[in-house]
Every structure is written in C-alpha cells, then in structure tokens.
C-alpha cells in the first residue's frame, strides 16, 4: 500500500501515533525561526504562502522520509524533481513497520525531516499533534485544487486547516479473470454492478471446478476487510464510521447484506481455500494464477499482474449498485519544524501538478491523484486504468484517531467483528459493532 492493510495486506501490529506523540508532549507548533508555521513564509495559512503557490526553488537541500510499502513512487518522483529542480531532497526510506515510532522519536526530538509521507488513515494522528505545517493557503492557491482526491485532502484537514496533499493513491477494486468468465459463459465485458451479480458470476465460474474457485479474500485480516469490505457498504450511500471517527455504523442494514454474501461464499465452498486463516501477507497472490473468477484488490498489483492474463477492473459494487472505493495510499505534508517551507512547497507543488503527476505517475501505471487528470496519454492506452483513475472521484478514506488499534491490530475488535460475521452465524454483528465503537472511543 499504498493500503490500510500495509503492504498489499500484510496485518501488523500498529503504533497508535496519537497516544505515542501525545505523550511527548509536542506543542502546537513545534520550534521557531524562519519558516515556522507562524510565519508568512512557513507552513502556511498566512498572505506569504497564498502569495507564491508554486514556491521556491533556489538550491536548498531538504530532507524526506516514506514508508518501505511506497518506495517505488516516492524515489521516481523525487528522482524526476532532483534531476529538474535546484532544489535537491534527500530521501529516506524507513521499514513500514517502523514507520510511526520513528516519526514520533523525531517529533519528541524537535527532529522531523522537511517533509514526510503517512500512511493517510493515521495522517489525523499527526495533524491533530500539530506535526504538520498548515498548508491552507497555498492548497487553496493551486488551480487545481478541487481536482484532488479530496478523500486525501479531508483526511487531513483539521480543525478546518489544510495540511497534506496526496503522494501516493491506492485504490481497491474488482479484478475478473475475463478467460475464466468465457468459460463459465459469462460476459467478459460485462463485470457485476450489484452485490447480487458479483455472488451469480463468481458462483458461475466456481462451477467449473478443477482448481478453478469463485472469489477469494483475507479472512484473518483486518485491513483487507476495510480495504475491500467498506466500498459495498459506502457503494449504497451509507457510513461505516459517524463523522470524527468515534463510532461505528458497522452494524447497518447494508453492512450485512455483505457480511451475508461473503458467509454464503464460505458456507457454500465459493471461496478458494485458505481465506479463513489468510492474514494478508499472501491474499493478493492466488488471483495472478488465473484460478480466480473474481475479487477485489489493490489497484496497484495491476502492473504486476502476468502478461498473458486476460483481467478486467471494475468498481466494487453495493449490494444493489453504486460504486465506491477505500482510497489508501499516502498523503504528504511540511513538518512544522521545517526552516525550509517555501522550498518544501515548491517539491509538493510540482508532484501534483500536470507533468510530475502524467509523466512520472501515471507513466508508471499508477494512480493520478487529480480527476481531471484520470484520461492521459499513459492510461488512455490501457482503459483499466482510466476506470480506476477515475474512480478516485467515488473514493472513501476513513477518519479516525484510533483506527490502528481498532481495524489493523489482529488483536482489535474489528477483525474479531470481520470472523464472528462470516465464519460464524452473524448473529454478533450488533454486539461486535458496540466493542468496535468502545474501541475507537477509548
């Protein structure tokens, strides 16, 4: 990831970021001097920032840091930036899941680099320990500016102030394997739009036995249910948390129509074997095999997928239609101690804008972080990938302070939520939604 599920799934063990800066005892705005968030020419609210948008580029040497799960995006952006820019940043690339301790040492430290990137379902445990600069204005100042994934920009903003802008976008989607719908005398052109079509084809294809399975999904993993649960739920217009993250809606109407499907495909063999005990360190590796019919996934295995196989994408459906997606991936933000935030502006400027943004992200097959960019020269060669370009405008990131501790630790209510649903009867969906609640509250 690019996902809440860490690298394409694999369940950790997660620092909660609020409770470890919290206990550092981080001020509002950390350190002073030029360029602090206080003042016009640092973080941002101010005239300064609003003023220049693009900001500025006169050979200063600036310090970043991501996360291992997005390696591959962050060194070809800032490879394209070093090689064209007088500014040159310094990138450092830390162990996913050493990620969140790292930061909050450095922030207890007064230490943090120019900019660094989070993981966006625990970018509000950093804006709201004030780690970010504010950078309202000179978001605001970009002419495209409503183009972003705004599921990105609301997952950090805080108390009304901007900080982050999109880095790297993850999408989950549906892959169908168009080989085996031939077979099962399906469509290929034709992927679900309900819940109720995507239960018929992936019972169709389960027919064709020797090998050949339904779906799959990570069953003994959290985020995978997140990831690719949620969309079917958001899919028929309705919430799985209530707006600041404190409670769970997980208990809905809708919410378990899904939960009955996928316990229908276990009840009745569907599913390809090993998705009760799958934790997410392998749940994206049966589908490129091509004994899958159908199942969502992570829109960036795309590029990995083989050559010779012949995979449609579409969007995850509600029960009975819509579409939606969980848009992970990480945002990207200033420090609050960067003395460099003109300069830091000017990285972030230009990895949103249109050449950066065609010519390195989309190059690499990966997702555009602005709608009015989803149709380019890259993906309008391969029209999968305008389909989950432009399912960005449909995209969903849950806000929550306490998310890690509630839907990724294996230990966390939610997965025992996710099991007790589908493995078992379905009849704790109302209590399991209480202790998620309590979870995300405590």
């Known amino acids: 990831m690019g996902s809440p599920t860490g690298s394409h799934g ?68 800032v490879k394209a930036y070093n090689a064209s820019h007088k500014n040159q940043i310094r990138l450092t690339v830390i162990p996913t899941d050493d990620y969140q301790a790292k930061v909050g040492a450095a922030a207890g430290s007064r230490d943090l680099p120019d900019l660094f990137a989070s993981d966006v379902v625990f970018v509000p445990n950093y804006t709201s320990s004030r780690l970010f600069a504010d950078i309202t204005a000179r978001i605001d100042a970009l002419p495209f500016a409503d183009d972003l994934a705004q599921s990105h920009i609301k997952a950090g903003t805080y108390e009304d102030k901007k900080y982050v802008v999109p880095h790297t976008l993850d999408l989950s989607v549906l892959f169908y394997n168009k080989d085996l719908y031939r077979k099962a005398k399906l469509d ?156 830091a502006w000017n990285f972030l400027a230009w990895s949103v804008g249109d050449k950066a943004q065609v010519d390195v992200v989309a190059a690499h097959k990966d997702v555009v972080a602005r709608t009015d960019l989803a149709s380019n020269k890259y993906s309008d060669a391969d029209p999968r990938l305008v389909t989950i370009n432009e399912l960005v405008a449909d995209g969903h990131t849950p ?38 609640s309590a979870s995300l509250a405590d």
Do not use: H
């Not at 339904?214 to 969309?231: D, E, H, L, R």
């Not at 010779?308 to 992970?328: C, W």
């Not at 839907?407 to 649903?421: E, H, K, Q, V, Y």
């Open 188 to 343: 290929p052109e034709k992927p679900p739009t309900t819940l109720a079509e995507w239960d018929e084809q992936a019972r169709a294809v389960d027919k064709l036995g020797g090998g050949v399975n339904g779906t799959f999904f990570g069953g003994n993993c959290g985020g995978c249910g997140v990831f690719t649960w949620w969309p079917s739920i958001w899919a028929a217009g309705d919430e799985v948390l209530n707006a600041d993250g404190t409670a769970a809606t997980l208990d809905s109407a809708t919410a378990k129509k899904v939960y009955g499907t996928y316990r229908g495909w276990v009840d009745d063999d569907i599913v390809a074997p090993g998705a009760r005990d799958e934790t997410g360190a392998t749940w994206t590796g049966l589908f490129p095999k091509g004994q899958i019919g159908v199942m969502p996934m992570p829109s960036t295995t795309l590029g990995l997928m083989p050559k010779n196989l012949d995979l449609g994408v579409a969007p995850i459906p509600g029960p009975d239609g819509g579409k939606a997606t969980f848009v992970g991936g990480d945002a990207i933000g200033i420090s609050a101690t960067s003395k460099s935030a003109d300069q």
């Open 10 to 77: 694999r369940a950790r063990r997660l620092v909660t970021a609020a409770v470890l800066l919290t206990s550092l005892g981080l001020a509002t705005a950390c350190g002073s001097g030029d360029g602090d968030a206080d003042d016009g020419g640092g973080g941002g609210g101010g005239g300064g920032a609003a003023a220049n948008a693009t900001g500025v580029d006169d050979g200063a040497e600036l310090t970043m840091w991501t996360r291992a799960a997005t390696r591959p995006q962050s060194e070809a952006l």
């Open 399 to 436: 806000y929550a302070l306490k998310f890690g501790q509630t839907f990724n630790d294996p230990n966390g209510p939610w997965l025992t939520m996710m099991r007790n649903a589908v493995f078992g009867d379905g009849g704790s969906v109302d209590k399991d939604n209480d202790e998620v």
